[in-house]
T-cell receptor
Framework: EDQVTQSPEALRLQEGESSSLNCSYT??????LFWYRQDPGKGPEFLFT???AGEEKEKERLKATLTKKESFLHITAPKPEDSATYLC?????????????FGKGTSLLVTP | ETGVTQSPTHLIKTRGQQVTLRCSSQ?????VSWYQQALGQGPQFIFQ???????GRGNFPPRFSGLQFPNYSSELNVNALELDDSALYLC??????????????FGEGSRLTVL
């Protein structure tokens, strides 16, 4: 059973068209939820950590929120340089604490 | 400050061969972990090293093994390569010790193709 499910798989936006990416998760207990950005041919780049329901983090045009079952990555007025794959990952309190369990990602394309 | 560097960037092997991938962690980072990312998938945890010892392992067979050296650099070795081992292998380092805070610094990966 997948611990992390991301939707949509792919999203195409016009520059300036705000939207949200979804990450739903199943864990025994949440140690942490993480968002990463991955550009083609590159390794993932850390964006945010969220620990508890109701928590929010912001960085430039990105805002991450967390509920007990899912997290959203809101993108406000995106620019073409925001095009990338956005990965969500969780750590389960039942695990050793060393592994990040990633979803398959949402591939975002922002066109001018 | 240099980031995480991996070598080689690309390589092609045949089924049954062995491969060694290398990683230099970011300066001051004492923990290194390895992930496998198949095409169209998210990264999958292979194992983590801290102070030259493996202290966490994902669901990978023993033919996946690793080393961490005193300078915190690391190697990933895969024996008896299978076609399904074709993937991007990512190394990630962290300065936070053995407990993974989730904030990892990834290299650009080594792209392995098994024919």
């Amino acid at each position: 059973e997948d611990q992390v499910t991301q939707s949509p798989e792919a999203l195409r936006l016009q520059e300036g068209e705000s939207s949200s990416l979804n990450c739903s998760y199943t864990v025994s207990g949440l140690r942490g939820l993480f968002w990463y950005r991955q550009d083609p041919g590159k390794g993932p780049e850390f964006l945010f950590t969220l620990y508890s329901a109701g928590e929010e983090k912001e960085k430039e045009r990105l805002k991450a929120t967390l509920t007990k079952k899912e997290s959203f990555l809101h993108i406000t007025a995106p620019k073409p340089e925001d095009s990338a794959t956005y990965l969500c990952a969780v750590q389960d309190t039942q695990d050793s604490g060393y592994a990040l369990n990633f979803g398959k990602g949402t591939s975002l394309l922002v066109t001018p | 400050e240099t980031g995480v560097t991996q070598s080689p960037t690309h390589l092609i092997k045949t089924r049954g061969q062995q491969v060694t991938l290398r990683c230099s962690s970011q300066s001051g980072h004492n923990t290194v972990s390895w992930y496998q990312q198949a095409l169209g998938q998210g990264p999958q945890f292979i194992f983590q090293y801290y102070r030259e010892e493996e202290n966490g392992r994902g669901n990978f067979p023993p033919r996946f093994s690793g080393l961490q050296f005193p300078n915190y650099s690391s190697e990933l070795n895969v024996n008896a390569l299978e076609l399904d081992d074709s993937a991007l292998y990512l190394c990630a380092s962290s300065p936070f010790g053995p407990v993974n805070t989730g904030e990892l610094f990834f290299g650009e990966g080594s792209r392995l193709t098994v024919l």
